[in-house]
């Protein structure tokens, strides 16, 4: 069973950053993709970032580009998401995604497994 386990949120200024990681655990992760969605209040939960764990290639909503950076550590299991320039409409709880096979997939219900989200707040 696969296990997305996220930390990092927090509170924040806005124009400051914060790096947010997820640990993935219960399988050998080369042929999945994981990603990052996020859901403010009332809103839908949106696509930010996904990457090929084999290969590391990344995908990014328009939204986050050049803002947003999602990577990897192999060795820990564990991808992160960094966030610079953050904004108040950033504040939202952030979740991370596993699905097996492509990582250019953005819809949630594209995606299998679901951390618990992270709580991450800008303030002005």
């Known amino acids: 069973q696969v296990q997305l386990v996220e930390s990092g949120g927090g509170l924040v200024q806005a124009g400051g950053s914060l790096r947010l990681s997820c640990a993935a655990s219960?399988?050998?992760?080369?042929?999945?993709?994981m990603a990052w969605f996020r859901q403010a209040p009332g809103k839908e939960r949106e696509f930010l970032a996904s990457?090929?764990?084999?290969?590391?290639?990344?995908y990014y909503a328009d939204s986050v580009k050049g803002r947003f950076t999602i990577s990897k550590d192999n060795a820990k299991n564990t991808e992160y998401l960094q966030m610079n320039s953050l904004k108040p409409e950033d504040t939202a709880v952030y979740y991370c995604?596993?699905?097996?096979?492509?990582?250019?997939?953005?819809?949630?219900?594209?995606?299998?497994?679901w951390g618990q989200g992270t709580q991450v707040t800008v303030s002005s």
């Open positions: 990457i090929w764990w084999s290969s590391g290639s990344t």
């Open positions: 219960g399988r050998t992760f080369s042929r999945y993709a």
């Open positions: 995604a596993a699905r097996i096979g492509s990582y250019l997939y953005t819809l949630p219900r594209d995606y299998d497994y």
